[in-house]
T-cell receptor, first 113, second 115 residues
Framework: AQKVTQAQTEISVVEKEDVTLDCVYE???????LFWYKQPPSGELVFLIR??????QNEISGRYSWNFQKSTSSFNFTITASQVVDSAVYFC??????????FGKGTRLHILP | KAGVTQTPRYLIKTRGQQVTLSCSPI?????VSWYQQTPGQGLQFLFE???????NKGNFPGRFSGRQFSNSRSEMNVSTLELGDSALYLC??????????????FGPGTRLTVT
């Protein structure tokens, strides 16, 4: 069965610190997709990244980077030099052959000035 | 391009009533998905529509239904409302079928409160 675990319910860091959000997934399929979404206080989820199971290359986009490791079934997200505007709830999601998308419970990130 | 719009933004209903929520996807997007977000259960997939056909459905009772029109606009309906239906209902659009494979663009949601 599909499962996405975001063990960190809430994290607080001081501005300019680096922070890593963990995501561990379970699936029996060999073809699947992983996503990260950001939900700021306004409530609208914003797409950050999509990764398919055959592409293990890590990605960097500005201050954001993602580490995909199939060996540990993890897809972690790092924010470098965090800013107050990064404060939000971050969701990791998985979709596989079931044609459904499963979201983790989310990690609420507080960036303190 | 305008983003995904949802109406109404807030709604208060009484147990036993029914409610219809509306979603207009991004222009050119033909796939629309609906999600329910609650503090307890998190984000849960309700259903996905593509070209007026329901492609997939989550594990929700039959009280939850939806439809999609020829212009890709979608509505979802909840009949015989229960207190547990209080939630933020999010609509998302995607340019392709099989929304699971593509990024989705979310609307601001409709906050439904059932009293």
């Amino acid at each position: 069965a599909q499962k996405v675990t975001q063990a960190q319910t809430e994290i607080s860091v001081v501005e300019k610190e680096d922070v890593t959000l963990d995501c561990v997934y379970e699936t029996r399929d060999t073809t699947y997709y992983l996503f990260w979404y950001k939900q700021p206080p306004s409530g609208e989820l914003v797409f950050l990244i999509r990764r398919n199971s055959f592409d293990e290359q890590n990605e960097i986009s500005g201050r954001y980077s993602w580490n995909f490791q199939k060996s540990t079934s993890s897809f972690n997200f790092t924010i470098t030099a965090s800013q107050v505007v990064d404060s939000a709830v971050y969701f990791c999601a998985l979709s596989d052959g079931d044609d459904k998308i499963i979201f983790g419970k989310g990690t609420r990130l507080h960036i303190l000035p | 391009k305008a983003g995904v719009t949802q109406t109404p933004r807030y709604l208060i209903k009484t147990r036993g009533q029914q409610v219809t929520l509306s979603c207009s996807p991004i222009s050119g997007h033909r796939s629309v998905s609906w999600y329910q977000q609650t503090p307890g259960q998190g984000l849960q997939f309700l259903f996905e529509y593509f070209s007026e056909t329901q492609r997939n459905k989550g594990n929700f009772p039959g009280r939850f239904s939806g439809r999609q029109f020829s212009n890709s606009r979608s509505e979802m309906n909840v009949s015989t409302l229960e207190l547990g239906d209080s939630a933020l209902y999010l609509c998302a659009s995607s340019p392709e079928q099989f929304a699971r494979s593509y990024e989705q663009y979310f609307g601001p949601g409709t906050r439904l409160t059932v009293t």
